[in-house]
């Protein structure tokens, strides 16, 4: 609770830019699980595949 008392503002503003940069790490490596690579849009992603 360090990062509310008064004149202390960068620990909380360091706590925010962590969590952020955690939560786009999250949606990176899920993305990756999901589609199996970084670059491809989801359209791309069944290419290979016979269309109906």
Do not use: C, W
Not at 1 to 13: A, H
Request: proline letters at 4%.
């Amino acid at each position: 609770m360090t990062g509310f008392s008064p004149g202390r503002t960068d620990i909380l503003d360091i706590a925010l830019i962590y969590a952020l940069i955690s939560f786009i790490g999250v949606v990176a490596v899920l993305k990756l699980v999901e589609q199996g690579n970084f670059h491809t849009s989801g359209e791309d992603a069944d290419q290979g595949q016979p269309t109906e």
